[in-house]
C-alpha cells in the first residue's frame, strides 16, 4: 500500500449504529487530518493530530470521536450520527504543515 | 475573515481551451495558496501553489495568478484537455498552520 489509505470506502449506518473509519498513511508523516465534504460546500477541517497528540478540533459534535494510537494510525468513531452527518470524509497527512496528502475517503450515508 | 471564495461553482470549455477559475481571500496573514484538483472516487490532490511574494507561478498547463493588492488569485489551464475534468479547490494557510481553509470547488468539464 502506498499514500494515504482509507476503509470502508462506502458505510449506510442507522442512527442508533456505532461504526468507525478507519485511515493509515504510508509516508512516515508526522501529522493527520479529519476532514468532512459535502456537496457544494467546501471541505471543512474536523480533527488535526500532531505526533498522536489532537492539537485542533473543530467544534466538531462529540457524536464524532478521533482516535490516533501512533502516527501511522488514525480513527473515527461515530455513533448516534444524523442524516445531515452523511458526507464522504477525507484523512490526510503531512509532514508538520508542509502539503497534506488525502486518502480516496469514506461515503458515508446515514439513515 | 477564514473565507476563500470560489468561482464559478462549474465551468464547461471546449478541447484546447482555457480554464480560469478565481478565488478571493480576506485574511491578509494568508501567506500560502495551493490548489487542489479532486477526480471522482478520488481524495484531492495538489495540483500547484503560490506564496505571495510572486505574481505568477506556472507549471506545465497550470499557471497561478495572484493579486496581492486585490487579495485575489486564479487557476489558468492552458490546451485544456478532457482529462482535466475534475473539481478544482482553491485554499489558503498562514505560514506554518496546518490548517487549510478551502473554497467551495468547481467542477471542470471539458468537452472533447
Redesign the interface.
Known amino acids: 500500500e502506498t499514500g494515504?489509505t482509507q476503509t470502508p470506502r462506502h458505510l449506510v449506518m442507522g442512527m442508533t449504529n456505532k461504526k468507525s473509519l478507519k485511515c493509515e498513511q504510508h509516508l512516515g508523516h508526522n501529522?493527520m487530518?479529519w476532514y468532512k465534504q459535502s456537496a457544494?460546500?467546501?471541505?471543512e477541517?474536523m480533527f488535526?493530530y500532531?505526533f498522536k497528540e489532537q492539537?485542533?478540533n473543530n467544534s466538531v459534535p462529540s457524536r464524532f470521536s478521533p482516535e490516533c494510537p501512533n502516527s501511522s494510525h488514525l480513527f473515527l468513531h461515530l455513533h448516534t450520527l444524523q442524516p445531515e452527518d452523511s458526507a464522504l470524509y477525507?484523512c490526510?497527512s503531512?509532514q508538520?504543515?508542509d502539503?497534506?496528502?488525502?486518502?480516496?475517503?469514506t461515503r458515508l450515508t446515514v439513515l | 475573515q477564514q473565507q476563500?471564495k470560489q468561482s464559478p461553482?462549474s465551468l464547461i470549455v471546449q478541447k484546447g481551451g482555457i480554464s480560469i477559475i478565481n478565488c478571493a481571500y480576506e485574511n491578509t496573514a494568508f501567506d500560502y495558496f495551493?490548489w487542489?484538483q479532486q477526480f471522482p472516487?478520488?481524495?484531492?490532490?495538489?495540483l500547484i501553489?503560490i506564496r505571495p511574494d510572486v505574481s505568477e507561478k506556472k507549471e506545465g498547463r497550470f499557471t497561478i495568478s495572484f493579486n496581492k493588492s486585490a487579495k485575489q488569485f486564479s487557476l489558468h489551464i492552458m490546451d485544456s484537455q478532457p482529462g482535466d475534468s475534475a473539481t478544482y479547490?482553491c485554499a489558503a494557510?498562514r505560514e506554518?498552520?496546518?490548517?487549510?481553509?478551502?473554497?467551495?470547488?468547481t467542477r471542470l468539464t471539458i468537452n472533447p
Open positions: 494515504v501529522a487530518y457544494k460546500k467546501p471541505l477541517l488535526v500532531n492539537t485542533e477525507l490526510a503531512s508538520y504543515a502539503t497534506q496528502y488525502f486518502g480516496p475517503g | 476563500v461553482q495551493p487542489y472516487g478520488k481524495g484531492p490532490a495538489l501553489a479547490f494557510r506554518g498552520a496546518q490548517k487549510l481553509v478551502f473554497g467551495q470547488g
